[in-house]
């Protein structure tokens, strides 16, 4: 059977090497990237209409809002099917075994402990930083959002994720994953309030005191601070979660 | 470096316990960090690969960390390693 | 002259840094137990991290003298292969403390888990071993 299963992966995976033959060049001037009406659009037109100097983040956060919009609410529908499926009210009464296999009381480590002490703010403050440098250099929303998330995390490996759940609740993770998608949507709401397309940041200069290009530069670091509240709640919520069974108390 | 590598996979495939591959990730990730900023320097764009390396260092802490605990809570086995002498007297009595 | 010296200093801390992540790998190769190739990762790994990012943070300065032409520009490329340079330092610092720290968990999380170490009786053991095969040749 595995014989089977390798040889189906193998068959496709040369298939796939054969169809990168008719790929453009690496570089050549005719390809659909480099040469395309659009991208030359996007590399002569970004600083001059956005203000931002990464060209990715202007295309993710601006020209391509909607797309990201509806990946946060991906994200965020993929937190409550975990949630659905896995969490259990009755502490434990759907017959898996407890978290931790003999109940013995967790005795944590002092080592880990302090480390992380020292650690966790350091994550934090370089999680937000990551958010909010998206403009200048690689970064953006849903790459501080892993960062800040992780951070919980690790509060919850170094003290127990009963520790972790009283700094974060289960009601403060849900509500702060609706918040993130109710910026997003809510800014697209007011664009759409004032006249224009959903979306469309430039109209938002008439009630920020900015002229219309800083008004996008703004709006782009308000939608992805919005992204990053729900990749957070998610990514803890996800590990508390699977990590102690669906129950929240004790174990991991 | 990237061929010094190469000797800490043959750990990672081989090593007779899962504990020993997780220990060679450490060890290669730490390292991948350590590869981003010398490919920062060869490009001479050192202020932004900097940021990859931290960010990645971080990462690698806490999967290992998670790892490390994964294993340390399934069923404590305490084992005596001289079993001639007396117990000490604050031990637990597992 | 600044700037071989700087060359020359950094290249040696990035050589050393190699010769002993040389050192931890074939250590973590050969070893026999789990115990002990986890010493050569934790420490061997955190030295040469450690050596290699202080050589690249110091290479930052190397082409101080070189480019300025006055003084105001010399304060601005100093300002930045400042900024750099104390980032840099500051992933050595996270690194060492951390590295050890998550070796430190791997090894209780091994010794909870019930592994036995290398005592001496499994060496003669290896070594009866090996004696009687070569004698049976």
Redesign the interface.
């Known amino acids: 059977m595995k014989g089977l299963a390798l040889f189906a992966v193998a068959f496709t995976g040369a298939l796939l090497l054969y169809a990168t033959g008719d790929f453009p060049d690496w570089g050549s001037l005719d390809s659909p990237a480099n040469g395309g009406e659009l991208s030359t659009h996007y590399i002569k037109e970004v600083r001059k209409e956005t203000e931002v100097p990464n060209i990715v983040t202007a295309v993710l956060a601006d020209y391509r809002g909607f797309d990201t919009m509806f990946e946060t609410v991906v994200v965020f529908v993929a937190g409550i099917a975990i949630i659905a499926v896995l969490r259990d009210f009755g502490n434990g009464s759907r017959g898996y075994p407890p978290a931790l296999a003999n109940n013995l009381p967790e005795e944590p480590d002092l080592i880990v402990t302090q480390t992380c002490n020292l650690v966790i703010p350091v994550l934090q403050i370089f999680a937000l930083y990551v958010l909010a440098h998206g403009h200048h250099s690689p970064g953006g929303g849903f790459q501080g959002g892993v960062m800040l998330g992780a951070s919980y995390i690790l509060i919850a490996l170094a003290n127990g994720v009963e520790a972790a759940m009283k700094i974060l609740s289960e009601r403060k993770i849900l509500l702060m994953a609706a918040t993130g998608i109710l910026i997003y949507s809510g800014t697209g709401l007011v664009c759409l309030l004032l006249g224009e397309n959903f979306l469309d940041y430039h109209v938002l200069s008439r009630i920020l005191p900015t002229d219309p290009i800083m008004a996008r530069s703004h709006a782009m670091l308000f939608v992805e601070t919005g992204v990053a509240f729900t990749v957070t709640a998610v990514m803890f919520s996800i590990y508390a979660n699977l990590a102690t069974r669906g129950t929240l108390k004790g174990g991991l | 470096?990237f061929v010094?590598?190469l000797?800490?996979m043959?750990?990672v495939v081989l090593g007779p316990?899962a504990?020993?591959r997780?220990?060679?990730i450490?060890?290669i990730g730490?390292?991948t960090?350590?590869l981003l900023?010398?490919i920062g320097?060869f490009f001479d764009q050192?202020?932004?690969f900097?940021?990859?390396?931290?960010?990645y260092?971080?990462?690698n802490?806490?999967g290992?960390?998670?790892?490390?605990?994964?294993?340390?809570?399934?069923?404590?086995?305490h084992?005596d390693?001289n079993p001639d002498s007396q117990p000490e007297p604050g031990a637990p009595a597992i | 002259m600044f700037e071989i010296t700087i060359s020359i200093i950094s290249g040696a801390l990035i050589c050393g840094g190699l010769v002993f992540f040389l050192g931890a790998a074939v250590g973590l190769v050969r070893f026999p137990d789990f115990y002990t190739r986890m010493h050569s990762a934790g420490k061997g790994d955190t030295l040469s991290t450690i050596m290699i990012l202080l050589g690249i943070a110091l290479y930052q300065f190397h082409d101080l003298f070189r480019e300025a032409h006055s003084l105001e520009e010399f304060f601005e490329h100093f300002k930045i292969e400042l900024l750099v340079a104390i980032k840099v330092t500051a992933i050595s610092v996270l690194i060492m403390l951390t590295s050890p720290t998550s070796t430190h968990a791997l090894m209780e999380a091994g010794y909870d888990d019930g592994m036995e170490p290398f005592t001496c009786e499994d060496e003669d053991a290896d070594e009866n071993q090996n004696g009687k095969e070569s004698a049976g040749q």
Not at chain 2, 50 to 55: E, G, K, Y
């Open positions: 470096m010094l590598m000797p800490v043959y750990r316990t504990l020993d997780i220990v060679a450490n060890m730490t390292k960090a350590v900023v010398v320097q050192a202020g932004m900097v940021d990859f390396a931290l960010a260092a971080l990462l802490f806490v290992s960390l998670a790892a490390a605990r994964y294993f340390k809570r399934t069923r404590p086995i084992h390693l």
